[in-house]
């Protein structure tokens, strides 16, 4: 493993693809059905999520803002604002839960966000987010743990066919849906906390969503004290596992910190036989696990001779890197947004934590790069090629249903990698031959 | 002195219209029943687009993260484009607790010396305008290190909205960059384009027609902007607006100041095209101009409408629903007429008294105006028969539901639709909305449904 670089030493992001601790609550807010996240801040905090999340996944996007003005920030507390966005939103709506969620702006303020939801009479779950810690991962987990810690009761009782699926934010709709499907297919019942797999799943709805229209019921999140398994995925959702046993210690909890390829996919399944006591799995498991072994071949020439930047959400970067390095990719360069324990983990021979600056002025160390939006620029400016992962995602539809994980998506993922590989390297030919033709042409003429 | 601008003068505005009736502020937001953006977002929008700057936020991830990279403000300076790259002092705890303001010296270090901008405007956020870093005391010292304008620029979102960010960020440029600079030689034809933003090559659909005319655009803020043109601004002889009330403020004070006369245009459609090349030919008051112009209004214009002539066919007796904000409500409009679509309603939710007024002048004492679209327009498309719904995202279900065709009005953002030619890119995106069969398709009964 390569040694992490976990400090950029500069005073500024220049290029940035981290985003902030707010917007991973709110993303987890919308996995939770009917839904109003309320973002505790300036108007322009929900305007600046909403905007992205809302050109990401290509739908409406339920988020409303406390909308702190110069005065408000000076002489409330939260108590005005928060009370008066509540009662404007049940004006119009009914919610059966208030994501509420705080800012840089008003932690900065010191306002007592647990006291004040102390006060309110109807279902709200609240979270401390300043955008001047943490990132999009711990958001996301930090919203997760407060979904549980407020809401779920606590019981003594266990169905031994029921599990909590807590997914890591960078899973995407349907890779969330594809895990579920095969945890249940194994005899299994499966709530996943937050879901996102029926909610911003690209579906077209009954009618304009004005709450988030799918994800985790309320009512299911106060029941999921009886489950037999929390199984989480993803190293910035492991702390959850411990939240929710706080509410039974007869739960036990199992965590992967992906789901990919051959061997992180092999993990979960032979657990799963463990646990549901089965012989063997369903065939279409054994189906896709010879696909993906075929897949493994037929892309390993491409991948195994591409050197790769990859830049994500640490637990992306980690399952991505885990399917390339099995068809032996090389992972010469991972920029994470943030700071991981995971990021140890990962097989590359550079790990930073860092900005897209920091991979312009490396880009002598690779070839095809996997990034989200921005990378794209980036790789216009270096001569590269990128292949779009992550948030946001503004150019490309329907990334809400990109699966990338288990058997199926991982061989979908390496066939889309190779693919993009080989049309790279073979623009590079047809450039250099171009080049050839050119000064061979020149020569000729020279005499003239 | 502190280059903090006075909100309050901001917020009333006595060249804006709706000023006169005493109202105190152009919007105080409403906590759980807010939408768009704050200060910063409409300071960013103002002032991105000059690409030989860079445009540093102090502030945390949720200030940049989903904003930079995000306008299609395109730009024909040579050099690196500063404005599609993104620079955040990223504020941590660390920051809040001791300050941040030698963290914001060092990163405008870091961008003079590797990125060699011709200004640089540092924008404040929430968090550093409440912990109270100088911003004003670090801008004026790395102005003077480095030798180029460091340009602070008071945006934390909580002051307001958009409109308000806007005019700090007039504020800003009228303060530190206007007049500080002498044009090279001036014409009796030059004028500043206000609140241009050349989103999606707007600018250009005309800037070639200003240009034939003998007028030379002396600066634009911020539209294909330069900071040493707009440093030489006040040598102007007009300041044209470009569809954005918020600027009325800046061209006022220039008006004051300088004694620069403003006007007000847009360039959007054929009609309001036109308009706007005779507006300014006038406002620079020389017969030869304004015959000149004239007769390129002539040429342009038959050039246009045999060009659109494949097009009146699809178009003939068909009828819009428009629901926009502000003055596209007229302004989208007008394009629409030009193209002999019926305009049978338009929204006026977000509309200044002006704008409505002007809407209704456009379409007609017929046509309706909808103050609460969302409930309305479904109302409104059955009463009036129409064919073409065009709206933000949102109101797609209503016109699937109505089976009639749909044109995301916010497509603009990634084309121009605007000057002569842009007309021509509107009239082909409306008729392949009009033809295609999905709006009547998607929503038909499922097999197992009754």
């Known amino acids: ?206 009618k304009q969503a004005s709450l988030s229209s799918g994800g985790v019921t309320v009512a ?134 860092g900005d897209l600056e920091d991979a312009e002025n490396m880009s002598e160390s690779y070839d095809l790069i996997i990034g989200n939006y921005h990378t794209e620029s980036l790789a216009h400016r270096v001569g590269k090629k990128a292949v779009m992962r992550g948030i946001p995602n503004y150019e490309e539809v329907g990334s809400a249903l990109k699966n990338d994980v288990l058997y199926e998506g991982s061989a979908y993922f390496l066939f889309e990698i190779a693919n993009a590989a080989e049309r790279m390297r073979e623009a590079q030919v047809h450039h250099a031959r171009e080049q050839i033709k050119r000064q061979g042409s020149g020569v000729r003429r020279a005499p003239d | 002195m502190s280059s903090k601008p006075k909100i309050k003068e901001l917020l009333v505005e006595s060249a804006c219209e709706h000023n006169k009736d005493k109202k105190k502020s152009c919007n105080a937001p409403t906590p759980g029943a807010t939408t768009g953006g704050c200060a910063l977002d409409g300071a960013q929008i103002a002032l991105f687009p000059f690409a030989d700057a860079a445009h540093l936020i102090h502030g945390p991830m949720s200030c940049i993260g989903g904003a930079w990279e995000t306008r299609l403000t395109p730009t024909s300076w040579s050099g690196r484009d500063l404005t599609q790259t993104g620079f955040a002092t990223d504020i941590t705890n660390n920051d809040v607790v001791f300050g941040g303001e030698r963290k914001l010296a060092a990163a405008i270090d870091h961008i003079v010396s590797n990125y060699a901008p011709e200004a640089v405007f540092v924008y404040s956020t929430c968090v550093p305008a409440l912990t109270g870093d100088d911003i004003d005391a670090v801008c004026k010292h790395r102005t003077e290190k480095h030798g180029i304008p460091c340009v602070p620029v008071h945006a934390p979102g909580f002051v307001g909205a958009k409109n308000l960010g806007s005019r700090i960020a007039g504020e800003a440029v009228l303060q530190h960059l206007i007049g500080t600079k002498e044009p090279e030689h001036t014409t009796p034809f030059d004028i500043n384009l206000i609140g241009e933003h050349n989103n999606t090559g707007e600018l250009w659909r005309y800037r070639h027609l200003l240009e034939e005319l003998g007028i030379r655009v002396l600066s634009t803020f911020s539209g294909d902007g330069r900071i040493a043109e707009i440093r030489t601004a006040h040598r102007a002889r007009l300041n044209v607006i470009v569809c954005a009330k918020s600027l009325v403020s800046m061209t006022r004070k220039m008006q004051e100041r300088y004694g620069i006369p403003w006007i007000s245009c847009s360039f959007y459609g054929m009609t309001d095209t036109s308009a706007g090349l005779l507006a300014i030919a006038e406002a620079l008051g020389n017969a030869d101009l304004i015959e000149r112009t004239r007769a390129l209004i002539a040429r342009e214009e038959a050039r246009l409408k045999a060009q659109l002539i494949p097009y009146r066919e699809v178009f003939a007796g068909k009828k819009a629903v428009l629901n926009t904000g502000g003055n596209k409500a007229w302004s989208i409009a007008s394009a629409l ?114």
Not at chain 1, 177 to 206: C, M, Q, W, Y
């Open chain 1, 220 to 353: 299911e999140l106060r029941q999921l004290a009886d489950a037999a398994f929390v199984v989480t995925v993803g190293g910035s959702v492991k702390p959850v596992g411990a939240t929710l046993q706080a509410k039974n210690p007869a739960i036990r909890h199992r965590h992967f910190n992906h789901v990919s390829g051959l061997e992180g996919t092999d993990a979960l399944v032979a657990w799963l036989l463990e646990v549901s006591g089965r012989e063997a799995p369903p065939a279409a498991v054994e189906r896709w696990r010879k696909r993906l072994q075929d897949a493994m071949l037929d892309s390993h020439f491409s991948i195994g001779q591409t050197r790769f930047l990859l830049a994500a959400e640490p637990d992306h970067l980690a399952a991505m890197a885990a399917s390339l390095r099995e068809v032996g990719g090389q992972i010469t360069l991972a920029i994470a947004t943030v700071d991981s324990p995971i990021l140890a983990e990962i097989d590359a021979d550079q790990v930073i934590v």
């Open chain 1, 1 to 206: 493993m390569a040694e992490v670089k976990r400090k950029s030493g500069k005073p500024l992001q220049v290029n940035p693809h981290k985003l902030s601790q707010p917007m991973g609550a709110t993303m987890a807010f919308l996995g939770v059905d009917r839904c109003m996240p309320l973002m505790h801040g300036a108007q322009g905090c929900a305007s600046f999520a909403k905007v992205m999340f809302t050109r990401h996944f290509c739908e409406p996007i339920a988020l409303q803002t406390t909308a702190v003005n110069d005065v408000i920030a000076v002489l409330d507390g939260g108590d005005y604002s928060i009370v008066e966005s509540i009662k404007n939103i049940h004006g119009k709506l009914t919610p059966e839960l208030i994501g509420l969620h705080t800012t840089g702006l008003t932690e900065t303020k010191g306002d007592d966000i647990r006291g004040i939801a102390g006060k309110i009479d109807v279902p709200l779950v609240y979270v401390n987010t300043p955008d001047f810690k943490g990132g999009l991962e711990s958001g996301w987990t930090l919203t997760t743990q407060a979904l549980i810690d407020q809401l779920t009761e606590p019981g003594d009782r266990i169905d031994a066919q029921k599990m909590v699926l807590v997914p890591h934010v960078s899973l995407l709709p349907i890779e969330v849906e594809k895990l579920r499907e095969l945890i249940e297919s194994f005899g299994f019942t499966v709530v996943a906390v937050p879901d996102l797999s029926s909610s911003l799943d690209n579906h077209l709805g009954e």
């Open chain 2, 337 to 450: 007429q030009d193209l002999g679509i019926e305009v049978v309603a338009t929204s006026v939710r977000k509309s200044t008294e002006e704008d409505k007024a002007k809407a209704r002048q456009y379409l007609g004492e017929t046509a309706i105006l909808m103050t609460n679209p969302a409930t309305q327009q479904a109302k409104v498309i059955d009463e009036t028969g129409a064919h073409l719904l065009l709206a933000g995202g949102r109101s797609l279900y209503t016109a699937i539901k109505k089976r009639i065709a749909f044109t995301d009005v916010n497509q603009e953002k990634k084309k121009s639709y605007g000057g002569y030619d842009g007309l021509l890119v509107l009239a082909e995106d409306l008729k392949n909305s009009l033809q295609n069969p999905v709006f009547e398709l998607v929503d038909r009964k499922a097999p197992w449904q009754k």
